[in-house]
């Protein structure tokens, strides 16, 4: 494969992965990509936390509601809780949960269906 070729292909696959709707979050070593439906459906749906209902008692620090959902939310994103050397504070997983929403919703306000075709009309002739 030619040099231009090469290029062009690599131009391609970089403007492919950009405009993938992929949510982007650091799990404390590494800069890691999500399907951020997926994400989503995966914290509605969890066995032991139910967001929801349990949100008011979180932003409260309520126990053991709180613990219950950093232990799903680290679960779900597949990061580690810090343990004094490495991983995410507590802090840094309950903000996923804000950032995640802040994401989908620039998503649905932001994504078009694409161009509305117009109903075609008859002519005068």
Aim: glycine residues 8%; aromatic residues 12%; neutral net charge.
């Amino acid at each position: 494969m030619g040099f231009l070729a090469n290029y062009f292909r690599k131009r391609d696959i970089r403007r492919w992965e950009r405009d993938r709707f992929l949510f982007e979050y650091y799990d404390g070593k590494q800069v890691r990509r999500g399907d951020p439906f997926r994400l989503q459906r995966e914290l509605q749906n969890h066995p032991k936390m139910n967001l929801i209902d349990m949100a008011p008692f979180v932003d409260q620090g309520r126990e053991p509601e709180t613990s219950i959902c950093l232990e799903a939310t680290a679960e779900i994103f597949g990061v580690k809780r810090w343990d004094g050397e490495s991983g995410l504070t507590d802090w840094e997983i309950l903000g996923l949960l804000g950032e995640l929403s802040g994401y989908l919703n620039a998503l649905k306000k932001n994504t078009s269906p694409g161009p509305i075709l117009s109903q075609p009309t008859a002519s005068a002739s």
